[in-house]
């Protein structure tokens, strides 16, 4: 049940279901499902996972998937992290760009046009930084860091961020 309405998930699909305590919503994600039926939320549009969890970071890292946001934790052993609903400035809002506010922040969004837009307007509006995945593999059909460690593996993205001296 999600909103007091009955969802129904089928045993022989995988589905991943993700629960947020602090807000008592739920983002489920099936990843053999058409592109439009992948990711079912009731959060906010502007929430933000983590947010609260910040307030003594230096450097902030901001992922934009919660899958991301499970493979950076693991490669690059960061607790600095938090993740959007989605790679789009409306996913900021006045609590959580104040909570940024005195740090260095980065966008660790994709490589396509969707990715390095919101990271930019992010940059522009902001002063955020990005390190998104790198253009030269999306002749590899990789976009996202996901992705990428599933190709390469998890210590393939923290060298990545170990030469760009973010770790």
Known sequence: WINKVPLILKSTEL?????????????????????????????????????????????????????????????????????????????????????????EVYTLYDNDTKGKAASWLLTNNYNFKHCNVPDKYLKENITDFADLGKKYGIEYVYNHFKRKNLI
Not at 17 to 39: G, H, Q, R, T, V
Not at 55 to 84: E, P, Q
């Open 15 to 103: 589905t991943f279901c993700y629960y947020y305590p602090e807000i008592d919503k739920w983002k489920l994600y099936s990843p053999f499902a058409k592109k439009e039926k992948k990711w079912f939320t009731n959060c906010a549009f502007d929430f933000i996972e983590d947010i609260n969890n910040v307030s003594d970071c230096r450097r902030v890292f901001i992922s934009k998937s919660k899958k991301d946001k499970m493979l950076l934790g693991k490669a690059i052993g960061n607790t600095c992290m938090i993740t959007t609903q989605a790679e789009d400035l409306s996913c900021f809002n006045e609590h959580s760009i104040k909570s940024l506010n005195d740090k």
